[in-house]
């Protein structure tokens, strides 16, 4: 079965030092892989994607990710956390017409 | 301002009694989608539409309906609501691309329900 992991439920970095959630999938082929944020009591905002192409994409708010096909990972990165990135993180996959989410990672920012 | 709309953001509803959460777009998107959320679990398909009268069931289909008349509507029904429906629900749409794989979504803003 289709699956999506992500293996760290909450994690605590200071503000300023770097950030990488991990994010690993289970499928045949190489799926569209997303990560998308959600603060507190709002919906979901996509921070980017990965169809094809160059494995190391960026996204909106300081965000990049890597695709690493011989891990099936999509891990996220941030070289430098802000106390505004406090939030749920979830990766998903978009396989042909169906989506599948991860658990989420929630991230706390301490001052 | 480009956005998807749902209606109502909070329902206390009971055991049984039938009820409608609506989704509206105004993207002129294809693909329409609802997902339940709870805790420890992410975000879990219920149903999508690619486009008019096209519809099929995601992960967690039992218990609800979904129909597609209009491009701009997806209405999610729950006939019989039970406890075990008590989530936060989100819909959302997207654009496809020629090889029908979806595109980023955008969510609307969540339905919190609770059946008692």
């Known amino acids: 079965a289709q699956s999506v992991t992500q293996p760290d439920i909450h994690i605590t970095v200071s503000e300023g030092a770097s950030l990488e959630l991990r994010c690993n999938y289970s499928?045949?082929?190489?799926?569209?892989l997303f990560w998308y944020v959600q603060s507190p009591g709002q919906g979901l905002q996509l921070l980017l994607k990965?169809?094809?192409?160059?494995?190391l994409v960026q996204g909106i708010k300081g965000f990049e990710a890597e695709f690493k096909r011989s891990q099936s990972s999509f891990n996220l990165r941030k070289p430098s956390v802000h106390w505004s990135d406090a939030a749920e993180y979830f990766c998903?996959?978009?396989?042909?017409?169906?989506?599948?989410f991860g658990s989420g990672t929630k991230l706390n920012v301490k001052p | 301002e480009a956005q998807v709309t749902q209606n109502p953001r909070y329902l206390i509803t009971v055991t049984g009694k039938k009820l409608t959460v609506t989704c509206s777009q105004n993207?002129?998107?294809?693909?329409m989608s609802w997902y339940r959320q709870d805790p420890g679990l992410g975000l879990r398909q219920i149903y999508y539409?690619?486009?008019?009268?096209?519809?099929d069931k995601g992960d967690v289909p039992e218990g609800y309906k979904v129909s597609r008349k209009e491009k701009r509507n997806f209405p999610l029904i729950l006939e019989s609501p039970s406890p075990n429906q008590t989530s936060l629900y989100f819909c959302?749409?997207?654009?496809?691309?020629?090889?029908?794989?979806?595109?980023?979504?955008?969510f609307g803003p969540g339905t919190r329900l609770t059946v008692l």
């Open positions: 539409s690619m486009n008019v009268e096209v519809t």
């Open positions: 990965y169809f094809s192409g160059d494995t």
């Open positions: 993207m002129n998107h294809e693909y």
């Open positions: 998903a996959v978009g396989f042909f017409n169906k989506f599948y």
């Open positions: 959302a749409s997207s654009l496809t691309d020629r090889l029908a794989y979806t595109d980023t979504q955008y």
């Open positions: 499928y045949g082929a190489t799926p569209y």
